[in-house]
């Protein structure tokens, strides 16, 4: 049973360019490898932690989106965990989400505005009356 996954991970800062595209293409090919499908990799470039992390506060952010199944998902997991580069990383399963947001959208699309039930009513046209004059006071 294929899910959908998200797997950030944070590279060290002073990682080379070409060695940055092999560790992706590495790990691109353990989900491909296994029978699973990387929909999508970002790198996000370099940006600040947000606090140490082994003595690094810098990362590279990379993002790879993957659809495969769970003993794929856990032996990608355990490569990223010992490749010395890699100092953080995250999974997150998406298509719980992806099915909770569909249910909403398909929930709300049946429902009906109030706008579109009645239409709106069409604007008065009164006309301007002129006001009277104000009247002298005599003294």
Known sequence: MDRTYEVMYIVRPDVEEADLDKLIEGFSQVVTNGGGEVTNVEKWGRRRLAYL???????????????????????????????????????????????????IKAIRATKVKTSAQQPAPPPESAPAEAAPAPAEATA
């Not at 790879?64 to 355990?78: C, H, K, N, Q, S």
């Open 53 to 103: 992390v082994r003595k690094f506060q810098d990362g590279i952010y990379i993002l790879m989106f993957i659809t495969a199944d769970g003993p794929l998902v856990a032996e990608l997991e355990r490569r990223l965990r010992v490749t010395e580069p890699v100092i953080k990383f995250i999974t997150v399963r998406t298509d719980l989400e992806n099915k909770r947001v569909a249910k």
